[in-house]
Every structure is written in C-alpha cells, then in structure tokens.
C-alpha cells in the first residue's frame, strides 16, 4: 500500500495535536489496547477529539492492535471529514457503521443484513487516471485521461440521520486509502471525482446483480413486482446492435445512481454476493453472465468494452419474452448445436441451450 498520502496527512496532526511520548499524551492519557512503542500523535488527536471511554482514541487503540494501517485509515477519513462537516456531526452519526464496513470487507464480504431500522448501502465512484496512453485497450482514453466506474464492494448499514452528502464527499475524498486497504485491487494512479451511495436493494436487486445474471427475471412466474421496469440496451465489445435487459426503476433507483453506469458495471462480470466470509475474491468468483472474460481483464470490461443506455422504448412482456429476445440476450456464449430449451413460463418454440441458460433455473 502506498502510504505517502496518509503520511503527509497525520504529519499535519503533529502541529494541532499534543505531543505524544512513548505512547502517552500530554494530560498522561495512553493507547493501552496495541499500544504503539513510539511517540503516537495520531492517538492524542483522536482522544483530543473524543477523550470518553470507547471513543475515537480508544477505536484507534483497538484498530492499532491488529493492524496499524486500519488505524491510520481511520485518522484519515476522520481528518477528511471536517473538510466536509465541521461540527463533527459525520463521526457519530456515519464513521462507526463506514468503519464496520470497511472492516467487514477485508474479509471477502459484500453484503451484510442491517438492523435497528439502518439500510444497506453500496458505494460507486467514477475514476480516473492520467497513466494510459491514447491507444490504451485497457480503457477509453480521451484528451489524456482514462475514466471508469467502480464499485467498491463495501456493505455500509447507514442510519436516517447519516447525511449522503457528507458520506459520498469523504469516500471520494479519501477513495485510494480505503480502496487499497479494503479490496484486492491496487488504486495507484487512481482518484475519484465523485461517489455515490445508493441502496443495496437498487443496485443488486433492481438495475445490477439480478436482473444481469438472470436476463429473463421478468419472464418468470415468480418474478419480483416491480411498478417501473424499464429497458437497459446493453452493448458488447464491438457488436453493433444492443440487446435489452429489463431492469426495476421503483424508488427512483436510476436517479440515485447518477451518471454511474450500474446495469453497465454488473453486465461485466461484477463478483458474486457474498454474506460470509470468503477465502478469496478472484476472477473465478465472477457472474461473467455474458461470457466476456476472454476479452480482457474483468474489471475494465464496464468501460471499454461494456455498455448500458437505458432505452426510451416502454417495456412490453409480449415482445421482451420470446425465443428471439431471449436468443439475443445470450451476448457471447457459446451454444449447443444439439441440445434445445423449452421455456417454462412465457416462451412458445425452442432455442437452443446456451451457457447461460444452466445458470438461470428460474428461466
């Protein structure tokens, strides 16, 4: 991980903070969980910012004894809010849930159930860097600079009271300290313009994870109601005609993801949900629902190779289920020449029984 930035950042804690010698502040208070062996002004801030028992200083004390990284992450997403939220209001109201999830995600977990009222979220930011040339085949390189969108795997339970605006501002403002420590993947070279925070329930279960891995969703008799479906044209590599994927647009779930491309981004492969921890998160363990791994590496494939535009066009059932609809959204798996698929709900005729179709028992 590069620490250069987290450096400069707790440095510029030691001209406001009390000294620290040998672990102890200057009123004689010390880290007695993990202490540190060496002068630990990080400590003396955070305590100076919360002094009560189980506040910011112990946290710290907490997260230093397994790992001093997370404990310097958390003097720089704290010092980064006050940038954004000068009452403080973000450290109780939003850092210890944004800490929960960090922590839980360095385990290979990406979905969590919340309680006492809290809602799941999930976190998007558009990207980018200045190290690809033109002709990069990684990313869609223009005037220099290469964007993407991506997601960062972080189930955070938020509550009401937690303000979006001042929880987007930090994790964008602090994306390539948390991203390198919360994901397998490394962000030098990266930064974020903007971070969304959308409900769990949008991007998985609406626009992104089901509808993408289970392209017929709404051709099922058990499929989920939804008073606003609308049509995702999702283009592949260099094929000229999209095909359309129905995605649910109920509690304005479009509108909370902004200029992020969700039904884009999951198209590519996104990793499978998990509740529980996992070994590993690797490219085995990708969705991949319309066989594109063998294009490129799976995480540029939203944006230089995989595209969504939400259509104009009212989804119609009759047209959206049948055979040739259905052939369409196959995308670029492979089929077999001698096996067919009788459709169970909506279809009338046969197809052939591609890949996909053995991943999607619901069809």
Do not use: H
Request: charged share 20%; with cysteine; aromatic share 10%.
């Amino acid at each position: 991980m590069k620490l250069s930035f987290l450096l400069t950042k707790i440095a510029a804690l030691l001209a406001v903070s009390a000294k620290a010698v040998n672990g102890q502040c200057a009123d004689g208070s010390v880290c007695i969980t993990g202490a540190p062996s060496t002068p630990d002004s990080a400590y003396c801030f955070l305590r100076d910012i919360d002094p009560n028992v189980g506040g910011l200083g112990d946290t710290y004390c907490g997260l230093y004894a397994d790992s001093p990284e997370n404990a310097n992450l958390l003097v720089t997403v704290v010092t980064a809010s006050f940038a954004f939220d000068p009452t403080g209001l973000f450290l109780g109201t939003c850092l210890p849930d944004l800490v929960e999830a960090l922590l839980i995600t360095q385990y290979n977990i990406n979905r969590q159930v919340c309680k006492d009222g809290k809602t799941e979220m999930a976190f998007f930011s558009t990207i980018e860097s200045s190290s690809f040339p033109e002709d990069s085949t990684e990313y869609n390189v223009v005037d220099g600079i290469a964007k993407t969108d991506i997601g960062w795997d972080v189930p955070m339970c938020k509550s009401d009271e937690c303000d979006a605006t001042v929880l987007q501002q930090v994790l964008t403002a602090t994306f390539s300290e948390v991203f390198a420590l919360s994901t397998t993947w490394d962000p030098e070279d990266w930064k974020a313009t903007s971070t969304v925070t959308p409900t769990a329930e949008c991007v998985y279960n609406q626009i992104g994870a089901a509808p993408m891995q289970n392209p017929e969703l709404y051709c099922t008799a058990d499929a989920p109601t939804c008073s606003n479906i609308k049509l995702a044209e999702i283009t592949l590599a260099d094929d000229a005609a999209p095909f359309e994927i129905a995605i649910c647009d109920d509690n304005e779930c479009l509108a909370s993801v902004g200029a992020i491309d969700v039904p884009g981004y999951f198209a590519s492969g996104e990793i499978a949900q998990s509740y529980d921890p996992q070994v590993a998160w690797t490219y085995e363990n990708l969705i991949d629902p319309f066989c594109l791994a063998y294009i490129a590496d799976p995480f540029t494939l939203s944006q230089k190779y995989i595209s969504a535009k939400i259509s104009d066009k009212a989804f119609d059932k009759t047209k959206y289920c049948t055979v040739a609809a259905a052939s369409a959204r196959a995308g670029k798996c492979p089929c077999s020449d001698s096996a067919t698929y009788e459709f169970k709900v909506e279809f009338s005729g046969k197809m052939e029984k591609c890949s996909w179709i053995t991943k999607n028992n619901m069809a």
